[in-house]
């Protein structure tokens, strides 16, 4: 998928670049690269912005269209919408794709999981407002029919809705010769969704009641999702020569299976905390922009983060070879936390047993702060984050 930002949500990066061939031996440069950023990858952050602000002032004038029934009662910008139903009843809508993971899948001529993404990517944004995903829709534009690339990509949309106990009602295919264009050899596409969830009106979570001291719990993340695959294959594929059926020791596996690694599901185990009782402040999707998502939340609050994950070989493996900064990929990537929970620190204990009992790592990373400018503070690196970017502290 293009680089873009969803319109319901902050930006989320995916853009575009050139991918390289497959199974040759990777040959090392001998003398060392200059550090790669998601700029030199292709994706220009600062346009992005610019154009979506621009964007976003056209489609907010729709709003003052539904009134009563169906208006939407979150501004744009936070992982869903939620759409007032009446008698207290929310439907969150969100929508999402798979972005340049599709060209790893296309390389590899492996579709079967992608479609978990793509299910991944709605559910868990769904999931941020406190809503329970109940069903989505998929878009496939297509270079070319297909059928046995068709089915593929079904089986993963199947096992992702399995996972977030959704249906698939329906969907669209459409045929783009003229527009779609896949790596060189394999059929061109692009996998999008959108999902719908209810939420109970005056349980809407958007971060509005968070307090100094609250805890905040990291989920761990499968590896990179679907975020920041441009500058992970720019740097594995190009920069360092690697191709996709590269065996990589520190990995225990291939380049390409590595990339391929489905996003995460958090449905079921939030579910559950949110069923539990907790005191749940916020939920959040650790997407685009990696840990500064904590700062989307509607209080004026920033978070200090004492504890910090190991982050996946896969990481390492990227910064290495890209000469990246702390900065620059912590700002990029997940870094091994796909989720969040802010939850009052009393119920901290609850939500990690709850996680655990899903067979998921839970770490507290550390608690919110009072500070109007939202700042995401990572001790261990000496990083502060605001304004869309870490720095030094």
């Given at each position: 998928?293009?680089?873009?930002?969803?319109?319901?949500?902050?930006?989320?990066?995916?853009?575009?670049?050139?991918a390289?061939?497959?199974?040759?031996?990777?040959?090392?440069?001998?003398?060392?690269?200059?550090?790669?950023?998601?700029?030199?990858?292709?994706?220009?952050?600062?346009?992005?912005?610019?154009?979506?602000?621009?964007?976003?002032?056209?489609?907010?004038?729709?709003?003052?269209?539904r009134?009563?029934?169906?208006?939407?009662?979150?501004?744009?910008?936070?992982?869903?919408?939620?759409?007032?139903?009446g008698?207290?009843?929310?439907?969150?809508?969100?929508?999402?794709?798979?972005?340049?993971?599709?060209?790893?899948?296309?390389?590899?001529?492996?579709f079967?999981?992608?479609?978990?993404?793509?299910?991944?990517?709605?559910?868990?944004?769904?999931?941020?407002?406190?809503?329970?995903?109940?069903?989505?829709?998929?878009?496939?534009?297509?270079?070319?029919?297909?059928?046995?690339?068709l089915?593929?990509?079904?089986?993963?949309?199947?096992?992702?809705?399995?996972?977030?106990?959704?249906?698939?009602?329906?969907?669209?295919?459409?045929?783009?010769?003229?527009?779609?264009?896949?790596?060189?050899?394999?059929?061109?596409?692009?996998?999008?969704?959108?999902?719908?969830?209810?939420?109970?009106?005056?349980?809407?979570?958007?971060?509005?009641?968070?307090d100094?001291?609250?805890?905040?719990?990291?989920?761990?993340?499968?590896?990179?999702?679907?975020?920041g695959?441009?500058?992970?294959?720019?740097?594995?594929?190009?920069?360092?020569?690697?191709?996709?059926?590269?065996?990589?020791?520190?990995?225990?596996?291939?380049?390409?299976?590595?990339?391929?690694?489905?996003?995460?599901?958090?449905?079921?185990?939030?579910l559950?905390?949110?069923?539990?009782?907790?005191?749940?402040?916020a939920?959040?999707?650790?997407?685009?922009?990696?840990?500064?998502?904590?700062?989307?939340v509607?209080?004026?609050?920033?978070?200090v983060?004492?504890?910090?994950p190991e982050?996946?070989?896969?990481f390492?493996?990227?910064?290495?070879?890209?000469?990246?900064?702390?900065e620059?990929?912590?700002?990029?990537?997940?870094?091994?936390?796909?989720?969040?929970?802010?939850?009052?620190?009393?119920?901290?204990?609850?939500?990690?047993?709850?996680?655990?009992?899903?067979?998921?790592?839970?770490?507290?990373?550390?608690?919110?702060?009072?500070?109007?400018?939202?700042?995401?503070?990572?001790?261990?690196?000496?990083?502060?984050?605001?304004?869309?970017?870490f720095?030094?502290?």
């Amino acid at each position: 998928m293009p680089a873009r930002s969803s319109r319901g949500k902050a930006i989320r990066r995916r853009g575009q670049a050139a991918a390289t061939g497959r199974g040759a031996i990777r040959r090392r440069r001998p003398r060392p690269r200059p550090e790669t950023t998601y700029a030199q990858a292709g994706v220009d952050s600062a346009q992005e912005e610019h154009g979506l602000r621009r964007l976003v002032r056209q489609i907010e004038a729709s709003f003052a269209l539904r009134p009563d029934v169906g208006a939407p009662r979150l501004k744009v910008g936070y992982f869903a919408n939620v759409l007032d139903l009446g008698g207290n009843r929310g439907l969150a809508i969100s929508t999402d794709g798979v972005g340049t993971k599709l060209l790893v899948a296309q390389m590899l001529g492996k579709f079967d999981t992608i479609g978990i993404d793509c299910v991944a990517m709605n559910v868990n944004d769904v999931l941020c407002v406190g809503a329970e995903p109940l069903a989505m829709v998929d878009y496939i534009g297509i270079e070319r029919m297909d059928p046995d690339l068709l089915e593929e990509v079904g089986k993963g949309l199947y096992a992702g809705a399995r996972q977030a106990r959704i249906t698939i009602p329906g969907g669209e295919i459409a045929q783009l010769p003229e527009m779609v264009r896949g790596h060189p050899g394999s059929v061109g596409f692009d996998l999008v969704g959108t999902c719908v969830g209810v939420v109970a009106l005056d349980r809407v979570l958007v971060g509005q009641g968070i307090d100094e001291g609250d805890a905040v719990i990291g989920l761990r993340s499968s590896g990179i999702h679907s975020n920041g695959l441009t500058l992970a294959r720019r740097v594995l594929l190009h920069s360092a020569r690697y191709q996709v059926r590269t065996l990589v020791s520190e990995l225990g596996r291939t380049v390409g299976e590595e990339l391929l690694e489905p996003t995460i599901i958090y449905v079921p185990e939030v579910l559950d905390m949110l069923r539990a009782g907790l005191r749940v402040k916020a939920l959040v999707h650790i997407t685009g922009d990696g840990l500064l998502n904590l700062a989307r939340v509607e209080a004026e609050t920033g978070v200090v983060l004492s504890r910090l994950p190991e982050p996946p070989p896969v990481f390492r493996l990227i910064q290495r070879e890209g000469r990246i900064s702390n900065e620059e990929m912590y700002r990029v990537f997940n870094m091994g936390v796909g989720f969040c929970v802010i939850v009052a620190p009393g119920d901290a204990g609850a939500v990690q047993s709850i996680a655990r009992r899903h067979r998921r790592e839970a770490i507290e990373l550390g608690c919110c702060v009072k500070d109007p400018a939202r700042r995401v503070r990572l001790e261990p690196l000496g990083l502060v984050g605001e304004a869309g970017r870490f720095r030094q502290a």
